[in-house]
T-cell receptor
């Protein structure tokens, strides 16, 4: 059974489009996260939700909007995609905030 | 601002040798640290953690050392194997800063 799953695995789109990435965890965790990893492997947190409430919102353009319909899901919607948004996006979850996180397989977003 | 970061971006070791990956942190109040391993094409995976009331913690072939005086921790991998080739990240409970990690390459 996959603990943290993301869809799609690959996403290729043009500048200016709007896209969403979905994340689901079946671990019963309370906290979920979105991270961005660039081509140099720099991994940076974007958002965190605890029990469906936003608790971390790093300096991220407001074109990025997370949404947590329930504790098991955290989706990421991106408006007006830009070339610089190309990266691998990882979803993660943990039992409580900041402790051992379980990462999904990543979504590779390519903006052309 | 506060941060946790690794010292060297790349490390190459011969198969069978021991590897040491270092990490420094700035928040002296940090009380919990985690090491993650990220293999190519995958998400980071938990390796081992350590709380600030410990100086050392051992797992299977891995040991984490914590030096609170100089705010430094290290991950030691014994008898490094090709499967250990990956990017390694350290993180603390207080900060969600992973940085670029250290890319470990094991030479057969």
């Amino acid at each position: 059974d996959t603990a943290v799953s993301q869809t799609p695995k690959y996403l290729v789109t043009q500048m200016g489009n709007d896209k969403s990435i979905k994340c689901e965890q079946n671990l019963g965790h309370d906290t979920m996260y979105w991270y961005k990893q660039d081509s140099k492997k720099f991994l940076k947190i974007m958002f965190s939700y605890n029990n469906k409430e936003l608790i971390i919102n790093e300096t991220v353009p407001n074109r990025f909007s997370p949404k947590s319909p329930d504790k098991a899901h955290l989706n990421l919607h991106i408006n007006s995609l830009e070339l610089g948004d190309s990266a691998v996006y990882f979803c993660a979850s943990s039992q409580t905030i900041a402790y051992e996180q379980y990462f999904g397989p990543g979504t590779r977003l390519t903006v052309t | 601002g506060e941060s946790v970061g690794l010292h060297l971006p790349t490390l190459s070791v011969q198969e069978g040798d021991n590897s040491i990956i270092n990490c420094a942190y700035s928040n002296s109040a940090s009380d919990y640290f985690i090491w993650y391993k990220q293999e190519s094409g995958k998400g980071p995976q938990f390796i081992i953690d350590i709380r600030s009331n410990m100086d050392k913690r051992q797992g299977q072939r891995v040991t984490v050392l914590l030096n609170k005086t100089v705010k430094h921790l290290s991950l030691q991998i014994a008898a490094t194997q090709p499967g250990d080739s990956a990017v390694y990240f350290c993180a603390s409970k207080d900060e969600f800063y992973f940085g670029t990690g250290t890319s470990l390459t094991v030479i057969p």
